[in-house]
């Protein structure tokens, strides 16, 4: 359903030019969740939103293109992106009382994204959508919702209103951003198992970013990791997560902490992006490290039988260490 070929994106700040996407690509195929993880500032927020064209100055998206059932997203006219957002693709942000207005109440919120991409219509009949579409996504007594606003609602009630907005037009690709960041446990649980059932009742895809790896165990099919603005390994969850092929992929699996077993540490921190290292940018931070790594680039290929692609000089080579590791 998507498929991103090359996104590089980067941002005029006063200490230089901050390297945030380099080279992005990865795949959305229909009916699937599709995670993508890694630290903080590794470039999954602004991956998503250059796929989106919602990166704003100092920001530019260089190159690359984002195919979404055919049409270039990047080469799209700010008119014409703007009937795909919201009608085709629902984009769930991670702050939702940000994405959402104060000083309207949700049903005008609902009636503005409607009329958008469906023309004039009467408001009863987009407060009966709104009542049906906030129904759908879990919310009790809608009827006290609609006509209220977004600072009377907890985190996670907001969070299901942004959900159902994002929902209400029937979008074939929903892009959620780190959807559950700011929610307690117990409501993170029924918010991902909510948008997994959307997901898979309507044939819908989900690209879905997240630092939670048990998150996208759990709920994705699919995990793009990221370290540094670059895609380092690629594959099914479940291949991923028991053979990983890239030392970071390993690093991260290693940090989650497991009952009984010593905690792991990746040691150091992430490249800096506007001092970019010129070859591979986990290098300094990497056990299995060889002197061409700190000049050369690793180019992403397949390993496994082509069962995934990695960016690594030593796919391969080390996996039977690494997973000896690992487990």
Known sequence: MLTVNGITTHFDTRRGLV???N?????????????????????????????????????????????????DLLRMSKRKLRQVRGNEIGFV?????????????????????????????????????????????????????????AHELSGGMAQRVVIGMALVLDPRLIVADEPTTALDVTIQRQILDLMRDLVLTSGRSMLLVTHDLGVVAQYCDQVVVMYAGKVVERGRV????????????????????????????????????????????????????????????????????GGRTVACHRAEEEVSVRVARAG
Do not use: W
């Open 93 to 149: 942000a991670q702050n939702p009382f940000g994405a959402l207005n104060p000083i309207l109440r949700i049903r005008d919120q609902f009636h503005n994204v409607i009329t958008t991409h469906r023309g004039r219509m009467p408001h009863a009949k987009t407060r009966a959508i709104t009542l049906d579409t906030l129904k759908a996504v879990g919310i009790p007594g809608p009827e006290r919702v609609v006509d209220g606003y």
């Open 19 to 21: 390297r945030a996407v």
């Open 238 to 305: 479940d291949e991923v997560f028991v053979r990983p092929a890239h030392p970071y992929t390993l690093g991260l699996l290693n940090s989650v902490p497991r009952r009984g077993a010593e905690v792991h540490t990746l040691r150091g921190r992430v490249a800096d992006l506007v001092d970019y290292p010129p070859g591979c940018p986990f290098a300094d931070r990497c056990s299995f490290v060889l002197e061409q790594c700190r000049s050369v680039v690793p180019e992403q290929r397949t390993a496994f039988d």
């Open 23 to 71: 080279d992005v690509s990865l795949e959305v195929p229909s009916g699937q969740i599709v995670g993508l993880v890694g630290e903080s500032g590794c470039g999954k927020s602004a991956t998503i939103r250059s796929v989106l064209g919602l990166i704003r100055p100092p920001g530019h998206t260089v190159s690359g293109e984002a195919i979404f059932e055919g049409a």
